[in-house]
């Protein structure tokens, strides 16, 4: 995020557009082509890349990516706004079997999303085969909603490979249209953009067009806290963790956030912590180098870890975290 207004950077607010030019919704529609605007919503396996692409179609870092599984727990919308139109997306957890609450919550926001969906990005990658998932590929061919297949990590194939996939898809899911791109390297993603906006139906925006996200400072300071927890920890250490923030308090030159780590057992707040408390210092400045570079402020950043037994199975508790 370059820069905004500090009105607008209320640690309560979705956060505004990044090149906060006049607001595009102010501009005049060009006469004789109505305004489109819908939701776009991204749906897949773990770790086929949907948080990528979802980032890479946006142009912000808004949904954080790991190379673990279920790094994703929420439905995030990312905004792109155009004169004439309005895509709302959305990255989802990847589709998994639940074994407690917290999963049973994501696989809510995955089914909401195939429901409400005006287009569907079923995303999936360069190994994966047509018949992994047959009840959500089922599922898929039986909406209503225009479909798009993308195929992604084509940089780790070659163009057989490809072909044959797409193939396969095209086979598996008849009335989508397939694509072949590199969310990582950003290839072959503007044809899938061209679709999506010729796809998108007539109406109103759905969101204020001077926002590129409905989430606000709060929920990315917990998620880059989360990721950071993904990336410097093993084993079931990030799976049983949420994050907190307690405070979050905008001054002049800077934020200051308070965060709490829950975890669910002793043992694990000790590995949180580490050697005298290396390990934790070490994650709270990878957090606050990112979050300063997201939120393009200095920011005062305090953790601390608490243990919270059965947080992933406590329906008030993860009502209180936000599932
Ligand atoms: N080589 C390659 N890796 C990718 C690509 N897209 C995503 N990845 C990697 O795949 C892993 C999972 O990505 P993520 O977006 O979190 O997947 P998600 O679980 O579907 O949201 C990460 O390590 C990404 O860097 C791609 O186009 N090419
Ligand atoms: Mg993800």
């Known amino acids: ?10 640690p ?20 004789g082509r109505p305004h489109r605007a819908g939701f776009v919503n991204i749906i897949g396996n773990p770790n086929v890349g949907k948080s990528t692409l979802m980032n890479a179609l946006v142009g912000e870092r808004l949904s954080i990516i790991t190379s673990k599984a279920q790094t994703t727990r929420h439905r995030i919308m990312g905004i792109v706004n155009g004169e004439d139109y309005q895509i709302v997306y959305s990255d989802t957890p990847g589709i998994l079997k639940p074994a407690y609450n917290l999963q049973r919550s994501m696989m809510e926001y995955v089914n909401t999303a195939i429901g409400d969906a005006d287009i569907i990005l079923y995303v999936t ?50 009335h989508a249209e397939v694509f072949a791109v590199s ?25 204020d067009k001077d926002f590129f996200t409905d989430r606000n400072l709060r929920f990315f300071a917990s998620e880059i806290i989360r990721e950071k927890i993904l990336t410097n920890y093993d084993k079931e250490i990030p799976y049983c963790t949420e994050v907190v923030i307690e405070e979050f308090k905008e001054n002049a030159d800077r934020y200051d956030i308070r ?48 243990v919270n037994p059965h947080w992933r199975d406590d329906k008030r508790k993860l009502a209180a975290f936000g599932y």
């Open 125 to 174: 990658d360069v190994v994966e085969k047509g018949d992994k998932n047959r009840e959500y590929v089922e599922r898929l061919c039986s909406v209503d909603c225009p479909v798009l297949i993308v195929i992604n990590k084509i940089d780790l194939s070659d163009q057989q490979t490809v072909a044959a996939l797409a193939a396969q898809w095209s086979a598996a899911v008849p």
């Open 259 to 306: 965060a709490v780590i829950n975890v669910m057992r002793d043992s694990q707040k000790g590995i949180i912590i580490g050697a005298r408390g290396a390990s934790l210092k070490r994650v709270g400045t990878q957090a606050r180098i990112d979050m300063e570079d997201f939120f393009q402020k200095k920011v005062f950043l305090q953790l601390y870890v608490k």
């Open 1 to 10: 995020m370059s820069s905004s207004t500090s009105a607008a950077m209320q």
């Open 12 to 31: 309560e607010m979705p956060l505004p557009q990044t090149d906060a030019v006049d607001s595009a919704a102010a501009q005049p529609v060009v006469e």
């Open 183 to 207: 969310a990582l390297e950003q290839f072959g993603l503007e044809p899938v953009f061209g679709r999506i906006v010729s796809l998108l139906p007539e109406g109103e925006p759905w969101y």
